[in-house]
């Protein structure tokens, strides 16, 4: 069975920083790209970042650029979100997502910025 295990979430100020990782079981996560999502209140869910599957180069939306940097290390089955220079805009849950189960996912993480 697939799984996703998001965790890494919590309250931070504006300006904070926050590292979510999510960790994959059920398939072969080293051949397979990834990425994560994210929702807030009342919106659709949003791509935030992908990587591929060695690595090797990440994209990025346009909100989170130069902000967020997505990594993985292939030997704990794991992909990581590093958040820096937080804003209020960027509270929602975190969800990690693989392309070929469009429609799997996990508990995901919440993320809160405010002062």
């Known amino acids: 069975q697939v799984q996703f295990v998001e965790s890494g979430g919590g309250r931070v100020q504006p300006g904070g920083s926050l590292r979510l990782s999510c960790v994959v079981s059920g398939f072969p996560f080293s051949s397979t790209p990834m990425s994560w999502y994210r929702q807030a209140p009342g919106k659709e869910r949003e791509f935030i970042a992908s990587?591929?599957?060695?690595?090797?180069?990440?994209v990025y939306a346009d909100s989170v650029k130069g902000r967020f940097t997505i990594s993985r290390d292939n030997a704990k089955n794991t992909v990581y979100l590093q958040m820096s220079s937080l804003k209020p805009e960027d509270t929602a849950v975190y969800y990690c997502w693989v392309e070929f189960l469009p429609n799997h996912w996990g508990q995901g993480t919440q993320v809160t910025v405010s002062s």
């Open positions: 990587i591929t599957s060695t690595g090797s180069s990440g």
